[in-house]
């Protein structure tokens, strides 16, 4: 079964650093979401992506927070300098059209710890 | 502002027993999820509810979703230990709004 893939699993970072998270969604999806959880908490839409632009956006998603697809596969969360409040699960996920009828396949994530 | 609550926040319940969490949601739309999620997990689809009166079930589990009453189901029947996980509904508003707006959450922790 087809999966989205998202690098590092883990990543540790000093307050103040840049860091990219990267995803590879599921190669014949158009649209592109990332997502946080911070620890315990519910999960929290940051932005969709689609036709190499930005669709939507939450209040979450700051001038801090860009992101990119560089290729053809992969797609990028890019988090300028880091705070502590940044600290937690982002998952990346991709769905083959909008309000995709199969519902939307999320990756593993990439569990940012900001010390 | 759409907003999505789920009940309870956490459950225990002993094997063998059945038990239901709740998700009401605040804007009219015809879509869910459930998703299951294991602590430090990504999240697995359970089911998608396309339309009012739709019901889905995969083993122990049932999904329902009353459009009108904005509210969705999930029941488990005869439960057993691997069904412990956090259970999340998720409301997807549509077109022009494509992203999911999740629920809290429902731990659910199965007892022997």
């Known amino acids: 079964e087809p999966e989205v893939t998202q690098t590092p699993s883990h990543q540790v970072t000093q307050m103040g650093q840049e860091v990219i998270l990267r995803c590879v969604p599921i190669?014949?999806?158009?649209?592109f979401y990332w997502y946080r959880q911070i620890l315990g908490q519910k999960v929290e839409f940051l932005v969709s992506f689609y036709n190499n632009e930005i669709s939507e956006k939450s209040e979450i998603f700051d001038d801090q927070f860009s992101v990119e697809r560089p290729d053809g596969s992969n797609f990028t969360l890019k988090i300028r300098s880091t705070k502590l409040e940044d600290s937690a699960m982002y998952f990346c996920?991709?769905?083959?059209?909008?309000?995709?009828?199969?519902?939307?396949?999320f990756g593993s994530g990439t569990r940012l710890t900001v010390v | 502002e759409l907003k999505v609550e789920q009940n309870p926040l956490f459950l225990s319940m002993q094997e063998g027993k059945n038990y239901t969490i709740y998700c009401n949601y605040s804007?009219?739309?015809?879509?869910l999820y459930w998703y299951r999620q294991d602590p430090g997990k990504s999240l697995e689809s359970l089911f998608v509810l396309l339309s009012n009166g739709a019901v889905k079930q995969e083993g122990r589990l049932m999904a329902s979703l009353d459009t009108k009453a904005r509210l969705s189901t999930l029941h488990i029947t005869a439960a057993v230990h691997d069904l412990s996980a956090t259970y999340f509904c998720?409301?997807?508003?549509?077109?022009?709004?494509?992203?999911?707006?999740f629920g809290t959450g429902t731990r659910l922790t199965i007892i022997p």
């Open positions: 190669s014949n999806h158009l649209y």
């Open positions: 998720a409301v997807d508003m549509g077109f022009g709004n494509e992203k999911l707006t």
């Open positions: 804007t009219t739309s015809d879509r």
């Open positions: 996920a991709s769905s083959p059209d909008s309000y995709p009828n199969y519902g939307y396949t």
